[in-house]
């Protein structure tokens, strides 16, 4: 029985490392490679052990696709590529492509440098790893191999964001990966065509959230850097290099230019500019507002804010300044939190997730005083906020877009194990359609009835056509033929066609029936009696009575006998060929019912 | 205590070898991560249960068992849970109990399930677990009925909860944990856990079939354990009874028609001859074999992959390898019943073997070869010489493989090619190696994909048809050709293969890893060249054959991919660095454009291809291998080279390029390159302004690299050096030559090595510290730090460091001293240091103090912005 098979390794019923194995029509694809940034041991990884039992993973995976370039979607790909073995192909966006070893090479550099970590992938794995990625365009369709088939469509979220359609024959899945279905300040909405995929995996992050629009907190944002700067204090915005730190730059230079803002922003990794690069190079993932702006002013272009220097955490006077990493556990940023924390003027904006242990963590969670090495205790006077700006589809979102692909089912990822139950229920309640939400390492099976093409040979359907039937537009229709099935293809040809083909003879089939009549005439006069009585009652038929006695109505024959023992009965042997069964029967039936009275 | 490495501490019960590949053997180890080698002291100082902690552990049990207040993200339990073995592998857990009853009131708490979310409970079964590892605790524990109450019949199993697979996995992993003793054994098979694991195994969730699979093991061998001395091992019915019960479930699972039940029997019994090293496996073995072969009766062979994975285990046993009932026949009846697929593994395995019947290593060899004997067979034009396994009969089940469909196709021949590169490489290689008939095979592959194969026969048609523009058998065929390398191979081969590798690398259709692969295929290739030819020297054909690989180099170093210039690049700085003295070479480089078109890619806007382009040229010019042929020009072209790479370093907007030139200069510094001696103090004091300023820590670092090269010359200098001089150590003691410090103190170097000892990325600090380490050694002499410490300056540098200490790194340093300077690094506590930075610089935030502090202060906070991640 054909089946999709999909198993999560990460992101099943969780928010963590996304890695989900689908079988499909027996192709094997594994959909993101994430990383849990919340272990600082091998459990950051998906455990990769339970793809196969045996063999080489090279033989068992086709594909390896990621959906986008964060870490919890792509974070895994350098180890299990470089040094778990994986040595196939990887598929993913052309910006995904460009932007995804900068946050990689970002990573690597945060874990070597805070935990003196050997045993992590370096530079040149990063890089033999990228050399093995194939770039895709939207809405393009990629042949992996002969059988399988790939096709990415905008997904919104972040900059090369894409879900991806995963096609063998006639069987599909859709993987959504992480997408917006508002657009942003600089990204549109995700779309998809009505794919009909027999699967729709989709993230559930905001299973049960209506959001709120994003105005209002980029408002809430913007007042209170304003604030902080007009009454003399810095704000420190700790980031990681590439995605909401773009985003966050485009609203602080806006509002700068409109307000006419002195107060100096910087950028404080030397990432910048590779990163603003690429959103100019990918300016058509972007929104329509940017690209049509795009030939008065480059969005990414920007007038204040400038590279940081580590000597201008020390300047008076207020400043804001984006710092990497994002969860303040190293390197610049950390370094001036603690310059910046004791002064209750100074304000640090979390614009995203911190992971238990770090100090962007401690401090979310409203601890002010923190021990830093060496038994220091560092107090924390300065202002802590969170703003969430991430760009995850919320429940009616998620809705729309299982209305836009109509799939035959759903399968919900990346989220949590109660928000996704309830949207569970209203899916298969509002759809009709089976919903499944598999833990990490639950293997969901769906059956699946797979269309097979067939050829049809043109002399079967030009004898279909002279029979002057004229076909109809998604109108099923009968046609006898014989398949062929021959080098892994089909072909219905007509059986003269088959026969000669195949180098066969042809077998002919006979059904026999034997009718006792009671009759004491001889058998010529039985004969007679057959074939007056057959050829006043079948007027459309060629009814004939041959020479040697015998009666024939198309292919059928018809013999009279004595019967053996008793004199009284004739026995008529009738017989047929398959083609006339169904007349070879109902003339069994008629003879019988037995032969009209002769007229004496 | 200077060690900075990481290590794995064996458990007490040496079962650290407990199936490496699972999760749950590698979680156990996780636990120790945190200690360093020599680092027991810093065990007892972080990991201890302290009084912080004591005091911290009610509010958080009280969290815990809270089911209104949601706990933190998921990794904190885990953590948390990591801690808990920590400490009870250190500690008693009896004690532990008794001292904080907290614990066991979360325990008990757990029992109303319905109060408890699922995370927590799956914690606590785990925490239970680990507890009652100690038969004291466990006695402790069954006094109060918790342990049935949790594990039993009426425990887990019976709640909702149980529907939940990490719930289930905290079953299993509680009870891996705390079966330990023999009175965990009769737990065991008292509360009827036993009979749950058998059902578990079939468990939709793969992680808990496969953690009940490794339990019942675990279960197996400890019922077993103190049966193996002296005395002869009864026969299975006399064993104890829950090891029976387990031996008759897996003989029920192997009769099972259903394969899912087959394959759980199988990983059981892998698992066991894979773990244990005891008699008693032998009388298993002998028990079950006869099944096990039997399934070879079955058509199809069910859970082929897990008979493979069985056979091979018990064949890598010494104990069930050298027994009366050992493995061979039915290894080979299995190799033969096999589809080709199916067998290559289970082939390769037996050629792995240390000890292993020679007929049977004939047999599985003729299994690896038989797909490329197929290939050759199809495609052979005429009789010619012999091929592979001529004479032999068998193979139609290969060709039928080969010819089904592309996909069976494409993956056989992925498989074995890959597999019979892993056997060259081995000690159990098998002697005599076909070198020619494979090579011959890996050519024809390589042609059948690129098109240039003969398709008359009407194999080798449907092989083209099959293989033509198959990226994934052209990337294994290139890996295998290359590991071919380390064979010999007659001059025609060799011509052979590197007229194929010249196709690959200029073709237009190749893509950029196939090219790749090609490029490491050639250098394999042309080493190998030089090895036939006996000397340093590239052969003849090796040299005509890089007359011909420059134009395609070059036509790739114009590659519009990145992924293709930078290989090319990567590709021509190892040729460099092998043939880069070789005049033959040396001549072929220079009278192509490469060295150029190299230089032109120092622009590239791919930062990996500058870095690249850097090491390149890097190599290139050290080696005198540029371009321009006049000495003049030379001159002004390797200055111009400096200047670029300076230029680089200074204004690249990424790391790699700047990391890159840094590598190079180091390189050049190390080897006295002419330009980098003319002036060394110029090139110094350039480069360390450039790489101050860097905002990339690993450009700092390999800036106090070049600094430590840079020192150890000029130490060198300055100090008497006579080969044949018999001192002892005392006499090198350090008397610093009065130049030497001056030189120092001249350039920019101590400043930028002092601003790198309070730099905020701590492997710029350590390293930092470690030079000035060597530098005191080597300059200050061992008499106390109180003599020279007022020198002229050396109160405003101590200003200055205080300040860069406490984070302000505006100020400068200001002139220094010699005397400054020594007195400088004698009062700094450079090993207080050192140990410092040694340790992980987020030692403090993952302290089980900093947890618990965590996962209290979270409490009710946690609605917000849990499932925001990214």
Sequence with gaps: MPEIRVTPLGAGQDVGRSCILVSIAGKNVMLDCGMHMGYNDDRRFPDFSYITQSGRLTDFLDCVIISHFHLDHCGALPYFSEMVGYDGPIYMTHPTQAICPILLEDYRKIAVDKKGEANFFTSQMIKDCMKKVVAVHLHQTVQVDDELEIKAYYAGHVLGAAMFQIKVGSESVVYTGDYNMTPDRHLGAAWIDKCRPNLLITESTYATTIRDSKRCRERDFLKKVHETVERGGKVLIPVFALGRAQELCILLETFWERMNLKVPIYFSTGLTEKANHYYKLFITWTNQKIRKTFVQRNMFEFKHIKAFDRAFADNPGPMVVFATPGMLHAGQSLQIFRKWAGNEKNMVIMPGYCVQGTVGHKILSGQRKLEMEGRQVLEVKMQVEYMSFSAHADAKGIMQLVGQAEPESVLLVHGEAKKMEFLRQKIEQEFRVSCYMPANGETVTLPTSPSIPVGISLGLLKREMAQGLLPEAKKPRLLHGTLIMKDSSFRLVSSEQALKELGLTEHQLRFTCRVHLQDTRKEQETALRVYSHLKNTLKDHCVQHLPDGSVTVESILIQAAAHSEDPGTKVLLVSWTYQDEELGSFLTALLKNGLPQAPS | PRCTFWTLVPAADGHQEWDSNSRLARSRGVAFSYLAVGGKDRRTSVLIMDPECSRLLPALCAVLADPRQPVADDTCLEKLLDWFKTVTETESSLQLLQDHPCLVELLSHVLKPQDVSPRVLSFALRLAGAFAAQEDCFQYLQQGDLLLGLFGEAGALGWSAWSIPSVRSGWIQGLCALAHHPSALHFLADSGAVDTVFSLQGDPSLFVASAAS??????????????????????????????????????????????????????????????????????????????????????????????????????????????????????????????????????????????????????????????????????????????????????????????????ACVGLLCQTLAHLEELQTLPQCPSPWPQEPLLDAAVIILRLCDGSADPSSSGAGRLCGTLAGCIRVQRAALDFLGTLSQGMSPQESMLQVFAILLKNLESPESSPTVLKKAFQATLRWLQSSVKTSGCSDLSPDALLFLGELFPVLQKRLCSPCWEVRDSALEFLTHLSQHWGGQADFREELQSSEVPMLACQLLQDPESYVRASAVAATGQLFSRGLQATPTSSENLQAQQGLLMDLMYILSTDSEGFPRRAVLQVFTQWLRDGHADVARDTEWFVTTVLQAVSR?????????????????????????????????????????????????????????????????????????????????????????????????????????????????????????????????????????????????????????????????????????????????
């Design chain 2, 214 to 407: 490794q339990l019942l093991v675990y279960i197996l061998a400890l019922s077993m354990q103190g049966r193996d001395a002296g005395s002869p091992i009864p026969e299975v019915a006399a064993w104890p009874v829950c090891a029976q019960k387990i031996v008759s479930h897996v003989q029920e699972s192997l009769h099972s028609t259903a394969a899912p039940q087959v394959t759980q029997a199988l990983n059981v019994l892998t698992t066991t001859f894979g773990r244990c090293r005891s008699p008693w496996m032998e009388v298993l073995w002998g028990q079950l074999s006869p099944l096990v072969a039997s399934l070879l009766k079955r058509d199809p062979i069910p859970a082929a992959h897990s008979l493979v994975d069985l056979l091979l285990s018990v064949a890598r046993s010494p104990v069930l390898s050298s027994a009366a009932c050992g493995p061979w026949e039915i290894l080979a009846q299995t190799l033969h019943r096999l589809s080709p697929t199916q067998a290559g593994p289970l082939a390769l395995g037996t050629l792995k073997l240390q000890r292993c019947p020679q007929e049977l290593r004939t047999q599985a060899f003729g299994i690896l070869l038989q797909p490329l004997a197929c290939i050759l067979k199809a495609t052979a034009q005429a009789p010619g010489p012999p091929g592979l396994l001529d004479g032999t009969a068998g193979g139609s089940m290969t060709v039928d493989t080969l010819l089904s469909s592309k996909s």
């Design chain 2, 694 to 870: 860097d905002l990339d820590w690993e450009v700092r670092v390999q800036g106090l690299e070049l600094v430590q090269v840079f020192l150890t010359q000029t130490l060198g200098r300055f100090r008497p050096r006579c080969p044949y001089a018999v001192t002892l150590p005392e006499a090198t003691s350090p008397t610093p030559h009065p130049e030497f410090l001056r030189t120092l103190c001249r350039l920019p170097l101590f400043e930028f090595v002092f601003r790198a000892l309070f730099d905020c990325d701590r492997p710029v600090a350590q390293k930092a510290c470690d030079l000035l380490l060597f530098l005191r050694d080597e300059t200050a002499p061992s008499s106390g730090p109180q003599e020279t410490r007022d020198g002229p300056n050396s109160a405003s540098v101590e200003v200055a460091l205080q300040r860069w200490q406490e984070g302000e790194q505006g100020q400068p340093l200001g002139d220094l001293e010699p005397e400054a300077m020594l007195a400088l690094l004698r009062s700094l506590d450079l090993e207080g240091l050192q140990g410092k930075l040694a340790k992980s610089s987020d030692h403090i935030e993952k302290s089980p103090q900093s947890l618990l502090q965590d996962m209290l202060a979270t409490v009710g906070m946690l609605e917000e912005n849990e499932a925001d991640c990214y």
